[in-house]
């Protein structure tokens, strides 16, 4: 399994908050019925959230355990060693 790089990451994050953004505008501009506090909650929302999007991502990455490459690599270390005994 390939790993992201950092901008896909960012991407990803920013065409999910373009969305999640809209949702939000939408229900903010529901409830208050005023397009310049909906607008602001929404913007509000996106920076917040694609900077903990981002992080979150980062995060995982950073983490081996579970993922494919890291298992491959540990049976591949563990034949080496074997192999030298």
Request: charged share 25%.
């Amino acid at each position: 399994m390939e790993r992201e790089t950092r901008i896909r990451s960012l991407l990803k994050g920013l065409s999910w908050r373009i969305v999640a953004s809209t949702t939000t505008i939408t229900i903010a501009y529901v409830i208050t019925g005023d397009t310049s506090i909906a607008l602001g909650i929404g913007g509000i929302e996106a920076v917040l959230k694609i900077a903990f999007y981002y992080l979150h991502e980062r995060a995982w990455q950073a983490l081996p355990r579970g993922t494919i490459r890291h298992i491959e690599t540990e049976v591949l270390s563990k034949r080496k060693k074997q192999s030298k005994i």
